[in-house]
């Protein structure tokens, strides 16, 4: 008979109360167990998109209309059509929602307007229903007028901290990225409200609107990200003939350009988090992190940033390590990456025509065998009193078969305290431990850690997690996995 999971976790959770008190546009070519759905077709030159909270896509044509995807289909009217130039570059490049917006409708976007002369904006609208309310439009933010028809830079995002950032490309004329003179080839760190924060790293050295720079030494930042749990930001720089960058934003930082493009040893600038040369793409376009809140893929991918290049046609992942993993090939001029509410990847391609844009969603599509974490019976994020506990729960289908003949299983839980690991012989550890090998039979609900094991726990966030891998080599890929992420306050 195949040795089931949960009389072993009785046996490997029993320390958990003393661990905590004392140490407290064509079909991509995707990998394995991936696969992908067209979600819409027909967008004119597409730019950027984002979700709104509420799950409704909305994505930037460069000619100025702002179109919207609900319930899988896109709307025939736009959000809004703005008047804008969209030679070479330019357009209506960003889009990001207020963090309150399911109380205020706020939506944002970046575009190059015409009067009273051609220059990039940023400026906010409020939302009625599908579309924007007549005369909402607020102008936060008018940049420096505009020569050349490149390196606009466009992406906007508010960060943890309730701020909105804004990247700016140099327009083409490189000196403008080493001068706190003008707002270009930065990225700008602005109020809701357009106003500027009095802790921006230049406040005190810049002058008027110039205090908005929050970073400098940027070539073209198209696209950037957050990660949505730590607030750690992503800039995707796009080089010029050499090199694309992905750079940790860093308040005060100067990443170099036209000094230096690619990694430097220059201390006058911050090196890039990774590099690559034209030899596999000519510009990086696209940036999401994978949200371990729900993590749809497997182990391996979990926290992964995910990027694209234009010309290359392909999707990277850079794991938290370092690693960076190939994922999707064969994509007709990709531009955007997001991340969905329910762990899938969106990727926003242009193709080559005039309305060959698409969204298509990818997912992993492997459902049998597989697991599920649960606390009280939520798939989380559970939040819960000190002191009150919870129950953590795991379900294992093995499929058809009824069982696996081989396996390993892995238990983590994230804490403030750092990683520990369920090990059958001590307990729970700070370092990797393999919780089970061997015939793993379907089971469950069952009781993982029980509600008198997490009472004792100090207040906190707990991200526990299984990985669970058909293979039996001490390396915990992770291709069954679930997680759960609990609040203690």
């Known amino acids: 008979m195949p040795m089931t999971l949960p009389s072993f976790i009785r046996v490997a959770v029993c320390w958990t109360s003393a661990l905590f008190a004392a140490t407290l546009a064509a079909a991509a070519t995707l990998p394995p167990g991936f696969a992908e759905t067209q979600v819409a077709a027909g967008l004119r030159v597409p730019t950027a998109m984002a979700f709104a909270p509420d799950g409704r896509l909305f994505v930037c044509e460069q000619a100025g209309t702002l179109r919207v ?102 327009n083409a004329v490189p000196s403008n990225a080493q001068t706190l003179d003008n707002r270009l080839g930065k990225m700008l760190r602005l109020n809701a409200d357009g106003s500027i924060p009095a802790d921006n790293p230049f406040f005190n050295t810049a002058a008027g609107d110039n205090r908005a720079i929050w970073a400098l030494g940027l070539r073209n930042p198209f696209t950037f990200a957050f990660q949505p749990l730590s607030g750690a930001m992503f800039i995707n720089d796009v080089g010029e003939s050499s090199w694309e960058e992905i750079n940790q ?71 938290p390590d370092g690693t960076v993993l190939d994922f999707a090939s064969g994509i007709s001029r990709p531009v955007d990456l997001q991340m969905a509410g329910d762990g899938s990847l969106y990727y926003l391609a242009r193709g080559t025509g005039s309305t060959t844009g698409v969204v298509y969603r990818i997912a992993y599509t492997v459902e049998t065998p597989g697991v599920d974490l649960t606390a009280n019976g939520s798939d989380g994020p559970l939040s819960v009193a000190a002191g009150s506990g919870m129950q953590i729960e795991l379900s294992f289908d093995a499929g058809s078969a009824g069982s696996l003949g081989a396996a390993e299983v892995y238990i983590g839980v994230f804490t ?42 100090p207040a906190g966030t707990y991200f526990w997690m299984i990985l669970v891998d058909e293979q039996v080599d001490g390396i915990p890929t992770g291709e069954l996995s679930d997680s759960v992420l609990t609040i203690i306050f």
């Open 69 to 170: 995807i609900k319930g899988g289909a896109l709307l025939p009217a736009p959000f809004v059509s703005l008047t804008v130039s969209s030679s070479g570059e330019r357009g209506l490049l960003g889009i990001a929602f207020d963090r309150d917006f399911a109380a205020n409708q706020y939506v944002y976007v970046y575009y190059t307007a015409t009067t009273p002369n051609v220059h990039n904006r940023v400026s906010r609208f409020t939302a009625s229903g599908d579309v924007a309310l007549p005369g909402s439009e607020v102008v936060l933010l008018d940049l420096e007028p505009l020569g050349a028809t490149n390196h606009n830079g466009g992406a906007i995002h508010f960060g943890l901290d309730g701020k909105l950032y804004v990247a700016v490309g140099e």
């Open 249 to 319: 934003g860093v308040a005060g930082a100067n990443y170099g350009w036209p000094d230096t493009e690619g990694e430097t040893n220059d201390p006058r600038f911050r090196s890039p988090l990774y590099a690559y040369s034209h030899a596999d793409g000519c510009a990086i376009s696209g940036g999401a992190f994978h949200s371990v809140q729900k993590p749809q893929f497997p182990f391996k991918y979990w926290s992964a940033y995910f990027f694209a290049d234009f010309c290359g046609g392909w999707i990277h992942s850079r794991r």
């Open 416 to 457: 403030r305290f750092g990683w520990f690991w369920a090990d059958p012989v001590r307990g729970w550890v700070p370092t990797l431990a393999r919780a089970y090998a061997g015939p793993l039979g379907t089971f469950g609900p069952s009781t993982l850690v029980p509600s008198s094991g997490t009472v004792p726990l």
